[in-house]
């Protein structure tokens, strides 16, 4: 059975910094697209940040770029979400999610076929 599982959220101060990582079991994650999602309440899911499989192409939401890095360590099949200079805007519950790597649609919900449970991120102004 593949699985995803993230851990990391919590509470952070406003301008603090928290790293979220993502391991899967299961399946390997070399080969697949690795993305992180958010989804705040009362909104759609959105897209944050994506890795290509070989780590090469890393893709941002505007609303993160420059303040949040993803990375990801093939050996371990993990992934990470480093987050800095975090906002009150980023409150939500934070996804990692799986999908095979065609070089195109890092940012698309319906181009990754497994998802984690999601691990929640407050930060407090």
């Known amino acids: 059975q593949v699985q995803l599982v993230e851990s990391g959220g919590g509470l952070a101060q406003a301008g603090g910094s928290l790293r979220l990582s993502c391991a899967a079991s299961?399946?390997?994650?070399?080969?697949?697209?690795m993305g992180w999602f958010r989804q705040a309440p009362g909104k759609e899911r959105e897209f944050v940040a994506a890795s290509s499989w070989r780590g090469g192409r890393r893709i941002y939401a505007d609303s993160v770029k420059g303040r949040f890095t993803v990375s990801r360590d093939n050996g371990e099949d993990t992934v990470y979400l480093q987050m800095s200079s975090l906002e009150p805007e980023d409150t939500a519950v934070y996804y990692c999610?799986?999908?095979?790597?065609?070089?195109?649609?890092?940012?698309?919900?319906?181009?990754?076929?497994?998802w984690g449970q999601g691990t929640q991120v407050t930060v407090a102004s």
């Open positions: 299961g399946r390997t994650i070399r080969g697949y697209k």
């Open positions: 999610a799986s999908g095979w790597d065609f070089g195109r649609d890092y940012d698309r919900i319906g181009e990754y076929d497994v």
